[in-house]
């Protein structure tokens, strides 16, 4: 049997804890408890085991990781096993001492996330009063202290006309890159659609901005443009099973973020087998790696080793099967749902916040 090739990257969800409560988070609608995060021990091994398969970074990711008291160790193990190591946070809990410590223990890299420019704006999102400056003041800490630093700001219908204004704060903070990411659309994002989802006119401003930004030089932007006003599907986690392995706090292991609502198949834990076993053997992870179970338009299509047929958790939430091509493709039978969507998109926002 040929085995796949091993995961780039882990994404370590060490908590799903957080004193934000944005209506967009990655998280699952069923959030996991304190009481079954893995242990220190446990993640240790997630580590040791990741290195072993040929992983080559880990973001340390949540919730928010930095509520995890263990998170020093597990930076320095990363270290000690030769994984860039990559924090993604929301900084509130970042002081100077804590950041040391991360520094000391030789963290590559930390990904700050922004919910707004303006106060008002960060805290209806994020609805955590006094976050914004904790923010700031978190960027000012990291540049002092020379670990490298990305910017991340989430954009949606709310704050999409102040990305210039976003590019200015990530300069004035001397970040050397900034990430605007368009929400996407699973879990608490898809739940909060209506409200999030940017018009054709605003995407089209938002993308002039980011171009004329790049066009100034100096600051590297990552662009992620929503894909809903698209007309081909990205290339979800790089293919499913392919480059990503994703481990929740309670140590499942998952091909995305988003994978545990796939119905009907089982999901493997690091408590009851190897990563190693996980990635190459299990059901899950087999279930839609390479292209012998894509359907039709996706299986004679020439972009199928380029797209993977899109996002499989998107084609199930859309369309009801996991395994139809992702309906943001206008290829897919489904498309108009994606259209449809984009017209229905109110604009009275009622936002529904991530809470346990
Ligand atoms: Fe991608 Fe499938 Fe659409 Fe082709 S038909 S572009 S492989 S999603
Ligand atoms: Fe699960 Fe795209 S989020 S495959």
């Not at 008002?120 to 914004?132: P, S």
């Not at 996980?278 to 899950?284: D, E």
Request: with cysteine; glycine share 8%; aromatic share 6%.
């Amino acid at each position: 049997m040929t085995l796949p090739s091993p995961p780039m990257s882990l994404l370590a969800e060490l908590t799903h804890r957080c004193p934000l409560s944005c209506p967009y988070c990655s998280n699952p609608l069923e959030l996991e408890r304190k009481a079954a995060e893995l242990d220190t021990a446990g993640w240790r091994s997630v580590l040791e085991q990741a290195a072993e398969l040929g992983v080559l970074q880990v973001h340390f990711s949540g919730g928010e990781p930095m509520a995890r008291p263990d998170l020093v160790e597990l930076v320095a193990l990363a270290r000690d096993l030769n994984l860039y190591s990559n924090l993604i946070t929301s900084g509130v809990l970042l002081d100077e001492a804590k950041l040391e410590a991360l520094d000391k223990a030789g963290l590559d890299h930390i990904q700050l996330s922004f919910q707004d420019v303006t106060e008002a704006g960060a805290e209806r999102i994020g609805g955590l009063k006094g976050a914004q400056a904790r923010k700031i003041e978190a960027a000012r800490l990291i540049r002092a202290s020379g670990i490298p630093m990305t910017l991340n700001f989430v954009v949606h219908r709310e704050n999409v006309a102040r990305i210039p204004e976003m590019f200015a704060l990530a300069r004035e903070l001397g970040a050397g890159r900034v990430e605007i990411a368009h929400t996407q659309y699973y879990g608490w994002g898809l739940k909060n659609r209506d409200a999030l989802l940017p018009s054709r006119e605003q995407l089209q401003e938002a993308t002039r901005a980011v171009e004329a930004e790049r066009a100034k030089g100096g600051l590297s932007v990552d662009y992620v443009t929503p894909d809903y006003h698209a007309d081909r599907p990205k290339p979800c986690m790089g293919g499913w099973g392919q480059r990503f392995v994703n481990v929740t706090p309670s140590g499942r292991v998952l091909p995305c973020h988003a994978a545990e609502i796939i119905p009907d198949v089982a999901f493997p834990n690091v408590q009851d087998g190897t990563l190693s076993d996980i990635w190459n053997c299990s059901p899950l992870f087999n279930m839609f790696r390479g292209t012998d179970w894509m359907p039709e338009p996706c299986r004679s299509c020439e972009r199928k080793e380029q797209d993977w047929g899109g996002c499989r958790c998107q084609a199930l939430a859309l369309t009801g099967n996991a395994a139809n091509t992702d309906p943001v493709c206008s290829l897919s039978p489904f498309h108009d749902r994606v259209e449809k969507a984009v017209e229905e998109a109110s604009e009275k926002p009622e936002l529904l916040y991530r809470r346990f």
